[in-house]
């Protein structure tokens, strides 16, 4: 068995957990909705298929970064608030892991697999390609496709690729996977090789909105090698990027409130004036935990002389007023027309705002939204096919913002007084037990099982209870029985999906006595990298990841 396989199949987790760990997160259970598996069987091209003389490729996907109030980037986010169904391909496996997960050593997920990476600093999220054959085509038709991802790893995939991760390393017989440094410099990539376009098809049994939501376009399906298929390729990475913008909180010189001062870093020695680049479109969201949206429109003004990067600015708060739960339909009329301005169609479009409904627009949070310019997506992420085609990529950038309301939960924390953690290690045990004696005499997992299944399985046949996979346990779990958790940890639930990575930028920029026990009776520590030794520069695995 794997050593560094430890998370449960989404689908499993959802439907025991999701309802009380969405309350945990302020997120209602109705954010997600579940939805009947269409069926499977699908025809190779919708007979209403948009197709013109040329392939007619198009794309999109979300970027995302979190930032203090000072517009400091948050490191360690690869966490999901929208994971995806356990028939997706992961590299490593449980390297992106929920954001509701906690075990009793917060800052490792399994062997070797960091829960808070100090080089991720920011998230490529649901990136999906469609593809149109052209009219006069010969089908099925073939094609090889590889996305390269400069700065980043692409962690997961459907269907299967070819990947390749600088930093990440499996040893072949142990299966052990070491994660190193992602460097800025770094490149990784994914290949699909042959695949064919506009077969007929069997696409993969789910009921998880997250992944239905992107089928419902009228692209012709992709089928690899191995039969896989869908209607689109899928894949998602982290990346040591620098984010597209920087928002910087600051009080009006009048004292009417705060202010946000928006800078670019969208450059390309190409442009002409200043060199920078405003985004084609950008939307400030703040999403209330009773479900009260208000967002406003940001006009890009341009950068001067003086401040180049300077591109826009805005206030930070809104009127008690500007909340209502209409304007989420709003919004999304508003992104909805952006999209098809940028070249999407309009069911892709929907597909888009449909897959992020809940984490775009019901998710808690103060976000600010923007659209970027399609030649930075091909710098950054580059795109080749073994044949000619019409491309269109539309990537959303989505800019996390530390709120008042997550400061006040920080200084909770930092004020102290420290909880004692057993309460949380004894529920996790417990919950480990109850796990381990569901599997018990279960049947052996059919072939294409996930690894996480499969591992499962294997630890409650084996009676060994601190495998990885069974070492942990949902946020969920640990109020199963409605049983309360302190005031301390409640706030750092309440903290959202980065929570760990907040509390550790925290430390390095503002740290208290308080917080730091905090840290040490949760065992939320950050991951110190694998250091080369001077002989021979062989990596050294540290303390944290052994």
């Not at 049983?483 to 409640?490: L, S, V």
Request: hydrophobic share 40%.
């Amino acid at each position: 068995m794997p050593r560094h396989t430890f998370m449960f199949r989404f689908a499993v987790a959802m439907l025991l957990t999701f309802a009380i760990v969405s309350g945990l997160l302020g997120v209602a259970s109705s954010n997600r909705r579940a939805v009947p598996a269409p069926s499977n069987v699908v025809e190779g091209v919708p007979a209403d298929a948009p197709r013109g003389e040329r392939l007619v490729v198009h794309e999109w996907g979300t970027f995302t970064s979190l930032q203090d109030e000072q517009g400091v980037t948050v490191t360690g986010i690869n966490a999901d608030d929208e994971p995806v169904p356990g028939f997706v391909h992961r590299h490593p496996e449980g390297f992106i892991h929920p954001g509701a997960r906690v075990t009793p050593r917060m800052w490792m997920l399994g062997k070797a697999l960091p829960s808070s990476h100090p080089n991720v600093n920011m998230r490529m999220e649901t990136p999906v390609l469609y593809f149109y054959p052209p009219a006069d085509a010969t089908l099925p038709m073939r094609l090889d496709v590889r996305v390269d991802m400069r700065g980043g790893w692409l962690t997961e995939f459907y269907p299967r690729a070819v990947a390749e991760a600088p930093g990440i390393t499996t040893d072949a017989d142990s299966g052990y996977t070491t994660i190193g440094r992602l460097e800025p410099d770094a490149v990784g990539s994914l290949t699909w090789q042959g695949v064919t376009i506009g077969a007929p098809a069997t696409l993969p049994a789910t009921d998880d909105e997250v992944w239905l939501a992107p089928r419902r376009v009228r692209a012709a399906t992709v089928t690899n090698a191995q039969g896989e298929a869908e209607r689109f390729l899928f894949y998602r990475g982290v990346a040591n990027m620098e984010s597209p913008l920087r928002a910087t909180r600051v009080s009006a010189p009048d004292g009417s409130g705060d202010i946000l001062h928006i800078d670019s870093a969208i450059t390309s020695p190409f442009l002409c004036g200043t060199g920078v680049a405003s985004p084609n479109a950008m939307w400030l969201v703040d999403v209330r935990r009773d479900g009260g949206v208000a967002f406003r429109s940001v006009t890009a003004t341009g950068g001067t002389v003086e401040q180049p990067q300077r591109v826009a600015q805005t206030l930070a708060t809104f009127d008690a007023a500007a909340y209502g739960k209409g304007n989420r339909a709003e919004l999304r009329s508003a992104m909805h027309a952006a999209l098809v301005a940028e070249g999407l169609f309009d069911d892709e479009a929907t597909a888009m705002l449909d897959t992020w409904d809940a984490s775009y627009f019901r998710t808690p949070g103060m976000r600010l939204f923007y659209v970027l310019p399609q030649w930075w997506t091909a710098q950054r992420l580059p795109l080749t096919l073994s044949t000619d085609a019409d491309v269109t990529r539309v990537m959303v950038g989505r800019l996390e913002l530390i709120t008042p309301d997550q400061r006040a939960l920080i200084n909770r924390i930092a004020a102290g007084p420290v909880s004692d953690g057993d309460w949380m290690r004894q529920r996790i045990n417990a919950a480990r037990t109850r796990r381990l004696a569901a599997s018990k005499g279960a049947p052996e997992p059919k072939d294409g099982a996930s690894e996480q299944d499969r591992a499962v399985w294997q630890a409650a046949k084996s009676d060994n209870p601190w495998t990885d996979v069974a070492y942990g346990a949902e946020l969920g779990e640990l109020t199963a029985d409605g049983a309360k958790i302190p005031e301390d940890f409640r706030a750092y639930v309440d903290l959202g999906r980065f929570r760990s990575a907040i509390l550790l930028h925290e430390k390095a920029h503002r740290p208290t006595e308080a917080l730091n026990a905090f840290l040490n009776e949760y065992w939320i520590y950050p991951y110190y990298l694998p250091k080369p030794t001077e002989s021979d520069g062989a990596p050294e695995t540290s303390d944290a990841s052994n």
